[in-house]
């Protein structure tokens, strides 16, 4: 089994900060950015970076980590560069394309803004009442990659926002104090920077108008909109195009040239701009045409919403802007006219942050506090994109058996299902009152869910609505459910009075109620293969019950500890079970002995919690498994629980074979294992006394309680996992945290793992066997090989009336590696019937192989299966839309020929 799982995704939050706990950690979130196409949006959620493509319908997540929540981003014109900086001030220069962490940097003071020059020789960064430049690094590592330039001061508050000209000669910053203030990048001699004060309260954005090809290369209009609604134009009026003054003109251009020689760079970054059409064939930046110019208010509008507003955006090249109030509205406007185009409500959350592509067709906004990001094409008035996550966190999740389909339940009672291919929210059914507690699929197209409101809910994925309710005699509080593998019994476990109550699947009915254990019920599985049930339960108990025979009493397999979790191994021989100890048992299911132990407690122990008063050695006694799952060839067990690692162990040997930390996000609770000194006073840890004196205001929380006191000022969300699972293919698994379903997978681009090595088989050998047309010693020799992008290059010169031949020269220990290659590259080859042939080939010359097997070969069919299933539905979906539109065309045909 391989190992090198790399984390593919982050679900259940496309915008903001996931079950944020304290209002200011819920309503701030980072600023989206579009890339330099328009077809690709960065998102920032939590310590990371969500990459959306608008195109292929696609997320995926940047491998890197900020330390704490991203406070800003920042994308360089070219795409290349990356700059994400936290709320703690630390900067990280990253290689977008390649996810690489280049350079760490840490700010002095508090950083709001981040912003790259048209150009991309410059960025801008606002550090409180001040705004920095700093050249631009290269993609090269660098002792010191960051340079700073120069320091703009002037402005009375903290600065808000920052607009770039064109050309990048001018930079212009708004403030909490109602002013706007326009400096120029480089010296410009007798230049005084400006100062527009015509606000009543905080200026959110202030925007340079387009440069228009008659104009001079000069700038000519301003728009600065304030908090209160109010919208101000601005006109630029140059002295030299009312009274004409050569002699003037030229002392002016000469002194200028004369200090811009000797301050540095000059006009020469400014005229490479030119050379791209900004300011036609005029080699005078706009920087210099300010010295003639004077400033004066040209109109005054009102948006005449009864709100503030929160965000701006302006696109200069179709002269829109977007604005975004506090109550969940946006409004789109035409510049200078300043008609609305339209007005629409989103939600009832602040929106914080708006975006807009180069072409001006995708508007984007993102809600902190709902954990929202929308993408609206406003000329057909349509959703791109309308993702939200679960409010206050998930908290279980299932793999469907084709593992093409994840579901989670929420602490807000919702269900939510997950493609796994695109990363999306495609459906949200809110039928529960109350936090789900299990969720389970009967097969791909059921789901049921318990909650804590005290029902047992069955949902249809084709109709997308609850088709049935389960409910117990006595209003009790579900914890665990299960279903039996044929998918006709459902069961429950409860909180109080520690039943666990039986429902047919198909009427609903209640069928008998097992008493037994004297604890809640933390977990009920069945057996893979047989009718029994296992339920464990904090009593320190696993009971296995018959629901079938129902003699005599069930076996009883005792803990010295409360068991919390339990699962069975694929092929029902072995079960293994967790305890608060952070015991693994490994049990013999036939006759209920005890196989060995692993002592997981010291694998998951670390991180330093809020109260602990130095290290976490004082907490590591709570630390513990509340879930395990078996992989799919049984060889393995993946554990995960109340602490940031995830352990996966190999059962034979008991021994831990790799260990995965969930998350790097300091601003989380027991990330770090020990306390730095410089954060330890005579008092205790600065981090727990901050602004009290009251001692006891971290420590008074409630015995088991994991979302802290909502009421509080200040609290830390855990880090933890309550649920882990793996796919049914086996080649990714996922975790649910605080932060959502974290999705690991097998990144086989990196990694070179050949079987049978010797000299002759190269990859030179396998391209002339191509050459020579034998088809079967190339493709035998690339599977030696083990490399996808060889072996897909030999699939793809295979001809159609080949693959028989081909298929059966290939031995059965190659077989299952031929499925597995077939399988992945289906998923996004446009030669579908091609590899069907391949899959149905295989079939027929191995199957019986294969039937004999196949414990062996089943990760390989879930594989195959999930890629033959995903085409079909695509191919299902396209031939439905051309039937309806076939009968719609044959009926208009024949209503026209019934008129004549």
Same mark, same amino acid.
């Given at each position: 089994?391989?190992?090198?799982?790399?984390?593919?995704?982050?679900?259940?939050?496309?915008?903001?900060?996931?079950?944020?706990?304290?209002?200011?950690?819920?309503?701030?979130?980072?600023?989206?950015?579009?890339?330099?196409?328009?077809?690709?949006?960065?998102?920032?959620?939590?310590?990371?970076?969500?990459?959306?493509?608008?195109?292929?319908?696609?997320?995926?997540?940047?491998?890197?980590?900020?330390?704490?929540?991203?406070?800003?981003?920042?994308?360089?014109?070219?795409?290349?560069?990356?700059?994400?900086?936290?709320?703690?001030?630390?900067?990280?220069?990253?290689?977008?394309?390649?996810?690489?962490?280049?350079?760490?940097?840490?700010?002095?003071?508090?950083?709001?803004?981040?912003?790259?020059?048209?150009?991309?020789?410059?960025?801008?960064?606002?550090?409180?009442?001040?705004?920095?430049?700093?050249?631009?690094?290269?993609?090269?590592?660098?002792?010191?990659?960051?340079?700073?330039?120069?320091?703009?001061?002037?402005?009375?508050?903290?600065?808000?926002?920052?607009?770039?000209?064109?050309?990048?000669?001018?930079?212009?910053?708004?403030?909490?104090?109602?002013?706007?203030?326009?400096?120029?990048?480089?010296?410009?001699?007798?230049?005084?920077?400006?100062?527009?004060?015509?606000?009543?309260?905080?200026?959110?954005?202030?925007?340079?108008?387009?440069?228009?090809?008659?104009?001079?290369?000069?700038?000519?209009?301003?728009?600065?909109?304030?908090?209160?609604?109010?919208?101000?134009?601005?006109?630029?009026?140059?002295?030299?195009?009312?009274?004409?003054?050569?002699?003037?003109?030229?002392?002016?251009?000469?002194?200028?040239?004369?200090?811009?020689?000797?301050?540095?760079?000059?006009?020469?970054?400014?005229?490479?701009?030119?050379?791209?059409?900004?300011?036609?064939?005029?080699?005078?930046?706009?920087?210099?045409?300010?010295?003639?110019?004077?400033?004066?208010?040209?109109?005054?509008?009102?948006?005449?919403?009864?709100?503030?507003?929160?965000?701006?955006?302006?696109?200069?090249?179709?002269?829109?802007?977007?604005?975004?109030?506090?109550?969940?509205?946006?409004?789109?406007?035409?510049?200078?006219?300043?008609?609305?185009?339209?007005?629409?409500?989103?939600?009832?959350?602040?929106?914080?942050?708006?975006?807009?592509?180069?072409?001006?067709?995708?508007?984007?906004?993102?809600?902190?506090?709902?954990?929202?990001?929308?993408?609206?094409?406003?000329?057909?008035?349509?959703?791109?994109?309308?993702?939200?996550?679960?409010?206050?966190?998930?908290?279980?999740?299932?793999?469907?058996?084709?593992?093409?389909?994840?579901?989670?339940?929420?602490?807000?009672?919702?269900?939510?299902?997950?493609?796994?291919?695109?990363?999306?929210?495609?459906?949200?059914?809110?039928?529960?009152?109350?936090?789900?507690?299990?969720?389970?699929?009967?097969?791909?197209?059921?789901?049921?869910?318990?909650?804590?409101?005290?029902?047992?809910?069955?949902?249809?994925?084709?109709?997308?609505?609850?088709?049935?309710?389960?409910?117990?005699?006595?209003?009790?509080? *579900? &914890? !665990?459910?299960?279903?039996?593998?044929? %998918?006709?019994? @459902?069961? /429950? $476990?409860?909180?109080?009075?520690?039943?666990?109550?039986?429902?047919?699947?198909?009427?609903?009915?209640?069928?008998?109620?097992?008493?037994?254990?004297?604890?809640?019920?933390?977990?009920?599985?069945?057996?893979?293969?047989?009718?029994?049930?296992?339920?464990?339960?904090?009593?320190?108990?696993?009971?296995?019950?018959?629901?079938?025979?129902?003699?005599?009493?069930?076996?009883?397999?005792?803990?010295?500890?409360?068991?919390?979790?339990?699962?069975?191994?694929?092929?029902?021989?072995?079960?293994?079970?967790?305890?608060?100890?952070?015991?693994?048992?490994?049990?013999?299911?036939?006759?209920?002995?005890?196989?060995?132990?692993?002592?997981?407690?010291?694998?998951?122990?670390?991180?330093?919690?809020?109260?602990?008063?130095?290290?976490?050695?004082?907490?590591?006694?709570?630390?513990? *498994? &509340? !879930?395990?799952?078996?992989?799919?060839? %049984?060889?393995? @067990?993946? /554990? $995960?629980?109340?602490?940031?690692?995830?352990?996966?162990?190999?059962?034979?040997?008991?021994?831990?074979?790799?260990?995965?930390?969930?998350?790097?996000?300091?601003?989380?609770?027991?990330?770090?294992?020990?306390?730095?000194?410089?954060?330890?006073?005579?008092?205790?840890?600065?981090?727990?006394?901050?602004?009290?004196?009251?001692?006891?205001?971290?420590?008074?929380?409630?015995?088991?309680?994991?979302?802290?006191?909502?009421?509080?000022?200040?609290?830390?969300?855990?880090?933890?996992?309550?649920?882990?699972?793996?796919?049914?293919?086996?080649?990714?698994?996922?975790?649910?945290?605080?932060?959502?379903?974290?999705?690991?997978?097998?990144?086989?681009?990196?990694?070179?793992?050949?079987?049978?090595?010797?000299?002759?088989?190269?990859?030179?050998?396998?391209?002339?066997?191509?050459?020579?047309?034998?088809?079967?010693?190339?493709?035998?020799?690339?599977?030696?090989?083990?490399?996808?992008?060889?072996?897909?290059?030999?699939?793809?010169?295979?001809?159609?009336?080949?693959?028989?031949?081909?298929?059966?020269?290939?031995?059965?220990?190659?077989?299952?590696?031929?499925?597995?290659?077939?399988?992945?590259?289906?998923?996004?080859?446009?030669?579908?019937?091609?590899?069907?042939?391949?899959?149905?080939?295989?079939?027929?010359?191995?199957?019986?192989?294969?039937?004999?097997?196949?414990?062996?070969?089943?990760?390989?069919?879930?594989?195959?299966?999930?890629?033959?299933?995903?085409?079909?539905?695509?191919?299902?979906?396209?031939?439905?839309?051309?039937?309806?539109?076939?009968?719609?065309?044959?009926?208009?045909?024949?209503?026209?020929?019934?008129?004549?």
């Amino acid at each position: 089994m391989k190992f090198n799982y790399k984390l593919h995704r982050l679900c259940g939050s496309a915008y903001g900060t996931p079950n944020a706990e304290n209002s200011a950690s819920a309503t701030a979130g980072g600023n989206i950015v579009y890339t330099s196409s328009g077809n690709v949006l960065l998102s920032p959620v939590s310590n990371r970076v969500q990459v959306v493509d608008l195109l292929t319908h696609t997320v995926r997540t940047l491998s890197c980590e900020a330390r704490s929540n991203i406070k800003t981003i920042a994308l360089s014109p070219d795409d290349r560069l990356l700059i994400i900086i936290d709320t703690e001030n630390h900067a990280m220069l990253v290689n977008f394309h390649r996810s690489v962490v280049l350079h760490r940097f840490t700010f002095k003071r508090n950083v709001r803004i981040c912003e790259f020059s048209p150009c991309g020789a410059f960025f801008a960064v606002t550090c409180g009442n001040h705004v920095q430049i700093w050249h631009s690094p290269g993609l090269r590592r660098e002792f010191a990659p960051f340079v700073l330039h120069r320091t703009y001061t002037g402005l009375g508050d903290s600065v808000i926002s920052v607009q770039w000209s064109s050309d990048s000669s001018v930079i212009m910053a708004s403030s909490r104090s109602g002013t706007v203030r326009i400096w120029t990048v480089q010296t410009v001699d007798t230049f005084e920077p400006v100062t527009l004060s015509g606000h009543k309260s905080s200026v959110v954005g202030a925007y340079f108008e387009k440069i228009t090809p008659g104009s001079g290369g000069r700038l000519r209009k301003v728009y600065t909109v304030s908090n209160d609604g109010s919208l101000v134009s601005w006109n630029c009026v140059y002295s030299d195009e009312t009274k004409d003054d050569e002699q003037k003109k030229e002392f002016m251009d000469a002194s200028s040239s004369a200090v811009n020689f000797f301050g540095g760079m000059g006009n020469e970054l400014f005229s490479s701009s030119n050379k791209n059409g900004l300011l036609s064939d005029n080699t005078t930046s706009q920087a210099q045409h300010l010295l003639k110019a004077k400033w004066e208010v040209s109109a005054r509008h009102y948006f005449h919403q009864d709100t503030e507003v929160t965000a701006t955006n302006f696109s200069a090249a179709n002269n829109l802007l977007i604005v975004g109030f506090a109550s969940g509205i946006f409004g789109l406007y035409e510049l200078p006219s300043m008609s609305n185009i339209h007005t629409l409500s989103l939600s009832n959350q602040v929106i914080r942050t708006v975006a807009i592509n180069d072409t001006g067709e995708w508007l984007a906004f993102g809600c902190p506090s709902t954990q929202q990001l929308l993408v609206w094409e406003w000329r057909s008035e349509t959703y791109i994109i309308k993702q939200r996550g679960h409010a206050y966190g998930m908290r279980c999740m299932a793999y469907s058996n084709d593992g093409v389909v994840v579901a989670t339940g929420g602490e807000d009672g919702s269900l939510k299902l997950w493609n796994t291919s695109s990363g999306f929210c495609y459906c949200t059914l809110k039928s529960h009152t109350a936090p789900i507690t299990a969720c389970v699929f009967t097969n791909s197209s059921v789901v049921l869910t318990s909650s804590l409101d005290g029902t047992v809910r069955a949902h249809d994925l084709h109709r997308y609505r609850n088709f049935r309710t389960y409910t117990a005699p006595t209003p009790c509080q *579900f &914890t !665990s459910l299960a279903v039996d593998p044929s %998918g006709e019994v @459902v069961v /429950a $476990g409860t909180m109080d009075p520690f039943h666990i109550y039986t429902w047919s699947m198909q009427n609903g009915k209640l069928l008998d109620i097992l008493t037994g254990h004297v604890g809640p019920v933390s977990e009920l599985k069945f057996h893979p293969t047989r009718g029994t049930l296992a339920s464990a339960s904090w009593d320190g108990t696993v009971k296995i019950w018959d629901l079938y025979k129902r003699e005599g009493e069930p076996e009883n397999i005792k803990h010295a500890q409360d068991v919390v979790c339990c699962a069975f191994r694929p092929d029902g021989k072995h079960m293994v079970t967790g305890t608060i100890g952070g015991l693994l048992s490994v049990w013999n299911v036939e006759d209920c002995k005890l196989l060995f132990e692993i002592d997981g407690k010291h694998d998951i122990a670390g991180g330093r919690k809020i109260n602990d008063r130095m290290t976490s050695d004082n907490n590591a006694s709570a630390r513990y *498994f &509340t !879930s395990v799952c078996y992989s799919a060839d %049984g060889s393995c @067990v993946l /554990a $995960g629980g109340n602490s940031k690692y995830i352990c996966i162990y190999e059962i034979s040997q008991q021994i831990l074979v790799k260990k995965f930390q969930v998350s790097f996000n300091r601003s989380l609770d027991g990330i770090l294992d020990e306390l730095n000194s410089k954060n330890l006073a005579d008092g205790g840890p600065i981090d727990v006394n901050d602004d009290s004196g009251d001692e006891a205001d971290f420590s008074a929380n409630l015995p088991g309680a994991r979302r802290g006191d909502d009421g509080s000022r200040k609290s830390r969300v855990e880090v933890m996992t309550s649920q882990v699972a793996f796919s049914s293919t086996g080649r990714e698994w996922a975790a649910v945290s605080n932060e959502g379903l974290h999705v690991y997978s097998l990144d086989d681009d990196m990694i070179f793992d050949p079987i049978s090595l010797t000299e002759e088989i190269t990859p030179s050998a396998v391209r002339s066997n191509l050459k020579n047309e034998k088809y079967s010693v190339a493709l035998l020799v690339s599977l030696h090989l083990n490399e996808f992008a060889l072996v897909r290059e030999v699939l793809e010169e295979i001809p159609y009336g080949s693959i028989p031949l081909v298929v059966k020269s290939i031995g059965p220990e190659h077989i299952e590696r031929l499925m597995q290659f077939v399988s992945k590259c289906m998923l996004d080859s446009p030669h579908l019937e091609f590899y069907l042939q391949f899959c149905l080939e295989m079939l027929r010359a191995h199957g019986l192989h294969m039937e004999k097997y196949r414990n062996s070969f089943m990760r390989a069919f879930r594989s195959m299966h999930r890629s033959v299933q995903i085409h079909h539905d695509e191919l299902k979906r396209v031939c439905d839309e051309n039937r309806y539109t076939l009968d719609v065309v044959e009926d208009q045909t024949q209503i026209t020929l019934d008129r004549k």
